[in-house]
């Protein structure tokens, strides 16, 4: 089992910036993707960006130029930078990770339990 712990949710003001993280513990000798999704009150579960165990990233068009994704801590962090924060970006953001199993061919998804932006106008 792993455990996903976010923190860096606010109040901030359009063109704002903020941090992120989200800190994985347990079983975390497998994990391989980490990164953030985001749900806005009544709308889907929408990708933001997401980084692989060897640094290839990949990033909703949306957020290209604004956003950046790292990982530190032997991989067990993911953070991201925020900048440029837009009213629309208000969300709940959730951290995701994919644990390896077995040979490597198939993965456990498991999900934080999201931390709220709120950017006001």
């Known amino acids: 089992q792993v455990q996903l712990v976010e923190s860096g949710g606010g109040l901030v003001q359009a063109g704002g910036s903020l941090s992120l993280s989200c800190a994985a513990s347990?079983?975390?000798?497998?994990?391989?993707?980490m990164g953030w999704y985001r749900q806005a009150p009544g709308k889907q579960r929408e990708l933001v960006a997401t980084?692989?165990?060897?640094?290839?990233?990949n990033y909703a068009d949306s957020w290209k130029g604004r956003f950046t994704i790292a990982r530190a801590n032997a991989k067990n962090t993911v953070f991201l930078q925020m900048n440029s924060l837009k009213p629309e970006d208000t969300a709940a953001y959730y951290c995701?990770?994919?644990?390896?199993?077995?040979?490597?061919?198939?993965?456990?998804?498991?999900w934080g339990q999201g931390t709220q932006v709120t950017v006001s106008s």
């Open positions: 980084m692989t165990s060897g640094g290839n990233t």
């Open positions: 995701y990770a994919e644990v390896i199993l077995g040979t490597g061919t198939s993965y456990s998804v498991y």
């Open positions: 347990g079983r975390v000798s497998r994990l391989d993707t």
